[in-house]
């Protein structure tokens, strides 16, 4: 079992420039998470992806937009990129259902410097 | 609305000695809580979760966290430490579909 699977590691983009991140789930789970980890903070959310429809959604401008695919794999795009969008970005997943102590299985993450 | 509180951004503690890291937390419902380590250029793993079974906690690494009710925390020991323990410590609360979670604490080992 691979886990939680993320590309690219790294990414450098410019002021006003679109990026995408991916996502693979854990084997057997159906449930995507996002966050967004700043320098020195802890993990905020940003949305959850269940069924190919955005379920919940924290505090992050529609900029940062997102997918979900029938392979329950997921996709994080995020238009006119701003300074302050540089942080590591953390995929999560859970098993079937929306159950709150269901663990979150978490990648690596995507490192984005945004110059 | 729930929120997380983790009490020092570091701690510092001896090789061997006791490992305390401290989490309050604040949940409008009956809270699942959660510890997570992230070590450098890595992503979460975690380390124990609190489901309302029982409220001491074991996890792995030698770690263990006891829920306090009254006290809404839910801190995190390890009766020894070791070296290999150094790296960044997160308490998370559950909501419905979201973990919140602490700042951090990051945890240094002196020899």
């Known amino acids: 079992d691979a886990g939680v699977t993320q590309s690219p590691t790294h990414l450098i983009k410019t002021r006003g420039q679109q990026v995408t991140l991916r996502c693979s789930p854990k084997s057997g789970h159906d449930t995507v998470s996002w966050y967004q980890q700043a320098l020195g903070q802890g993990p905020q959310f940003i949305f959850q992806y269940y069924e190919e429809e955005e379920r919940q959604r924290g505090n992050f401008p529609d900029r940062f937009s997102g997918h979900q695919f029938p392979n329950y794999s997921s996709e994080l795009n995020v238009n006119a990129l701003l300074l302050g969008d540089s942080a590591l970005y953390l995929c999560?997943?859970?098993?079937?259902?929306?159950?709150?102590?269901?663990?979150?299985?978490f990648g690596p993450g995507t490192r984005l410097t945004v110059l | 609305a729930q929120s997380v509180t983790q009490l020092g951004s570091h701690v510092s503690v001896s090789e061997g000695a006791l490992v305390l890291l401290r989490c309050n937390y604040s949940s409008s419902v009956p809270p699942y809580l959660f510890w997570y380590v992230q070590y450098p250029n890595q992503g979460l793993q975690l380390l124990l979760k609190?489901?309302?079974?029982?409220?001491l906690v074991k996890g792995i690494n030698g770690f263990e966290a006891e829920f306090k009710k009254s006290e809404t925390s839910f801190h995190l020991t390890k009766p020894s430490a070791h070296m290999s323990d150094a790296a960044e410590y997160f308490c998370a609360v559950s909501g419905i579909d979201r973990l919140t979670f602490g700042k951090g604490t990051h945890l240094i080992i002196q020899p």
């Open positions: 999560a997943s859970s098993p079937t259902g929306i159950h709150s102590y269901n663990e979150q299985f």
């Open positions: 609190y489901t309302s079974a029982a409220t």
